[in-house]
Structures are given as structure tokens and as C-alpha cells.
């Protein structure tokens, strides 16, 4: 995104690319956690919807 500033080059000249190292350390912690709790859901991603029943959440068995 910023790759053709000046402004980028110079940060990158002085301080490395922060960004892409944040994205590489990102990535090899996520890649960690899906071998230590592989069924864990992600942050942002939307937990399973339950089936509703017809006339709600009663169980037949309680009818």
C-alpha cells in the first residue's frame, strides 16, 4: 500500500518493514494455536447456529 512513498522507504530503511513482520509473527502464532486447539474459533468468526425448532427453541419432548 505505502511501498512507493518516500516516506515508507525511509521507515523501512531505518526501523525494517514493521508491518510485514507484525504479519509474519501474526501468522506463526495463528499457525501455533490451530496445532494446540485446533477446534478453538477464530476472533471475528461467527459461532454455529442452532436449529431452530418450529415454535422456538422447546423441545419436542417437552410438548
Request: net charge positive; proline share 16%.
Amino acid at each position: 500500500m505505502f511501498q512507493e512513498t518516500p516516506i515508507f522507504n525511509r521507515l523501512v530503511a531505518e526501523r525494517g518493514d514493521v508491518p510485514t513482520q507484525a504479519r509474519a509473527e501474526a501468522d506463526r502464532v495463528r499457525h501455533e494455536l490451530s496445532r494446540v486447539l485446533p477446534s478453538a474459533p477464530w476472533p471475528g468468526a461467527r459461532p454455529p447456529q442452532q436449529p431452530q425448532l418450529p415454535g422456538g427453541n422447546v423441545s419436542p419432548g417437552l410438548l
